[in-house]
Nanobody, 129 residues
Framework: QGQTVESGGGLAQPGGTLTLSCAAS????????MGWFRQTPGNEREFVAA????????YYIESVKGRFTISRDNAQNTVYLQMNSLKPEDTALYFC??????????????????????WGQGTQVTVSS
């Protein structure tokens, strides 16, 4: 079993910053790859970023490269998503989840939501002036 709980969402102005947190429990966190996804009404859940188990490689969707940073603290069983230069199109419900079987170099695997489980309830991010 495993559980994740997202927090840190809210309302931000365009150009603003938010940092999301995902607290994990019930599984050996450092052994898992972790990912952030987002979803808007009527759309599929979209990959945003992933961070692998050691050596902690990171992957991003093109639209957030240079603006978002994913990181993890294995001592705290937490993964973060720092979001800078926010845009209205970043508005979504953000989820974190884990995957175990993707190799650290398999980018397409990390982008595939079907490889993930232990989804949280999500945290809403709204970017608006």
């Amino acid at each position: 079993q495993g559980q994740t709980v997202e927090s840190g969402g809210g309302l931000a102005q365009p150009g603003g910053t938010l940092t999301l947190s995902c607290a994990a429990s019930g599984f050996p966190f450092s052994n898992y790859n972790m990912g952030w996804f987002r979803q808007t009404p009527g759309n599929e859940r979209e990959f945003v970023a992933a961070i692998t188990r050691s050596p902690l490689k990171t992957y991003y969707i093109e639209s957030v490269k240079g603006r978002f940073t994913i990181s993890r603290d294995n001592a705290q069983n937490t993964v973060y998503l720092q979001m800078n230069s926010l845009k209205p199109e970043d508005t979504a419900l953000y989820f974190c989840a884990r995957n175990y079987y993707c190799g650290v170099d398999n980018i397409e695997c990390h982008k595939n939501r079907l490889e993930y489980d232990a989804w949280g309830q999500g945290t809403q991010v709204t970017v608006s002036s």
